[in-house]
């Protein structure tokens, strides 16, 4: 049995708890956060105990932790936490500084503790079914893929301004789709973005709107689109064009009742947002990291995929803001020196 402790028990920290505490060879033992008062009452729902993240880092009886605190405290808790010899789930993204995600890989290469990192949308049944078949080479060889990802409103702008940005905060999630589904990091960045949902994320220095295109050396090309709002829910699809074929992962729809009459065809809307749509990812992916770290294996998303993912989300920032390609080098995907 993996015991576990969770930091932060905000909204997403709640979907965690959850998955720890569902799954039969994990137990929730300790929630921390920094309001008190939060840690105590998801603590008491779980019948975990209340404590601080010093407690956490010395209690040897915990053999993990759950890491779902704000970003600017990723690397941090990573580092102490491999430092005491734990396993470690963080969420995305590792750092909103490439520098510090890459001092952060190479600090915890030194430990034994295995560290994964929360993309969860690899662990969406839809999207796993789709990677798998293009594994199997059933289309043979990938041309051209298209992520689609748009939320149904804008967060509110006192978020935006601490987000790091909708390329690090909300396309990492396709960065990294890309790179696990080609298999492998781009070479060239070309990003476009604009603010036309909401005036107010402009001014706070960000884009809510936004289409990146992706270069591999030996000509594959991905196209992702993101927006901040798509009034009818969330939209999340995922299309490969492959040599021999075509796979395609279509959105999840609040239900599956379709009604024809002669004015035409009606089915109802994509489930609003994500913790509708990727609850049971969310679940999955906390049941491949219990699987690995009970087994000794490594971990489905590594740290290194997080470093990857940050740097292709820091091009691409790079790239909106210049209006220039950018290349990807391998100083941006490797630990720092």
């Given at each position: ?82 430092a005491a010899g734990k396993a470690v789930l963080c969420e995305k993204p590792v750092d909103l500084s490439l520098a510090r995600a890459q001092a952060c890989l190479a600090a915890t290469?030194?430990?034994k503790a295995p560290v994964m990192i929360g993309f969860n949308r690899r662990f969406d049944p839809n999207f796993a079914a789709l990677k798998a078949a293009y594994d199997r080479g ?200």
């Amino acid at each position: 049995m993996l015991r576990v402790a969770l930091l932060g028990a905000g909204r997403i920290g709640q979907v965690h708890a959850r998955s720890i505490a569902a799954n039969a060879h994990s137990a929730l033992v300790a929630v921390a956060d920094v309001h008190a008062e939060a840690a105590a009452k998801l603590a008491e729902a779980y019948g975990a105990a209340a404590m601080t993240v010093e407690a956490v880092l010395a209690d040897a009886s915990i053999d993990a932790v759950l890491i779902a605190t704000s970003t600017d405290t990723h690397s941090d808790l990573i580092e102490a936490a491999t430092a005491a010899g734990k396993a470690v789930l963080c969420e995305k993204p590792v750092d909103l500084s490439l520098a510090r995600a890459q001092a952060c890989l190479a600090a915890t290469q030194h430990h034994k503790a295995p560290v994964m990192i929360g993309f969860n949308r690899r662990f969406d049944p839809n999207f796993a079914a789709l990677k798998a078949a293009y594994d199997r080479g059933e289309i043979g060889k990938g041309e051209l893929l298209s992520v689609t990802s748009f939320d149904p409103a804008p967060p509110p702008v006192s978020y935006v301004k601490v987000s790091g940005g909708l390329f690090r905060d909300m396309m990492i999630h396709d960065f990294d789709m890309a790179c696990w589904i080609y298999g492998g990091a781009p070479d060239r960045v070309t990003a476009v973005g604009s603010s036309i949902v909401d005036p107010a994320i402009g001014a706070a220095g960000d884009v809510d709107t936004a289409v990146v295109t992706l270069i591999w050396n030996d000509g594959r090309i991905a196209v992702i689109k993101n927006s901040r709002r798509a009034v009818y829910g969330y939209d999340q699809r995922v299309e490969l064009l492959g040599s021999e074929g075509l796979l395609g992962a279509k959105n999840v729809l609040e239900n599956t009742v379709e009604k024809i009459t002669v004015a035409g065809a009606v089915s109802a809307k994509p489930e609003y947002f994500f913790l509708e749509r990727y609850m049971r990812a969310y679940a999955a992916e906390w049941s491949a990291f219990v699987a690995a770290v009970a087994a000794g294996t490594a971990v489905p998303v590594s740290l290194q995929d997080g470093v990857a993912a940050l740097a292709v989300a820091e091009a691409a920032t790079r790239s909106a803001q210049t209006g220039q390609t950018v290349a990807l080098s391998a100083a941006m995907l490797e630990a720092a020196a």
